[in-house]
Nanobody
Framework: QVQLQESGPGLVKPSQTLSLTCTVS??????????WSWIRQPPGKGLEWMGT???????YYSPSLKSRTSVSRDTSKNQFTLQLSSVTPEDTAMYYC??????????????WGQGTQVTVSS
């Protein structure tokens, strides 16, 4: 059974870059044909897909966040990471990593981490 665990700072200052890591156990991030995604949920709002890296290392981004988002991976550590630049308080959210068979992870499908709360505040 694959497990995903998000980690990173819980508090980030405005204009800084947010960096989160998803550590995967019980399965390899290079296994065909899985997609590894980052999703967030701001307080009182719905889920928002941010970006994905697939088993081959190809990346896909939400058009609304593409200019500020980067997803990468470290296959030696079986981890993938999210970087979100120039954060504002509007980026305050619960951040999740997930594995699915589709580019955009689907709620109720695949495997999701428990999430990590990130607050953007000075």
């Amino acid at each position: 059974q694959v497990q995903l665990q998000e980690s990173g700072p819980g508090l980030v200052k405005p204009s800084q870059t947010l960096s989160l890591t998803c550590t995967v156990s019980g399965g390899s991030i290079t296994t065909n044909y899985y997609y590894w995604s980052w999703i967030r949920q701001p307080p009182g709002k719905g889920l928002e897909w941010m970006g994905t890296i697939d088993y081959s290392g190809s990346t896909y981004y939400s058009p609304s966040l593409k200019s500020r988002t980067s997803v990468s991976r470290d296959t030696s550590k079986n981890q993938f990471t999210l970087q979100l630049s120039s954060v504002t308080p509007e980026d305050t959210a619960m951040y999740y990593c997930a594995r699915d068979l589709t580019i955009v992870a689907r709620q109720g499908y695949g495997d999701w981490g428990q999430g990590t709360q990130v607050t953007v505040s000075s």
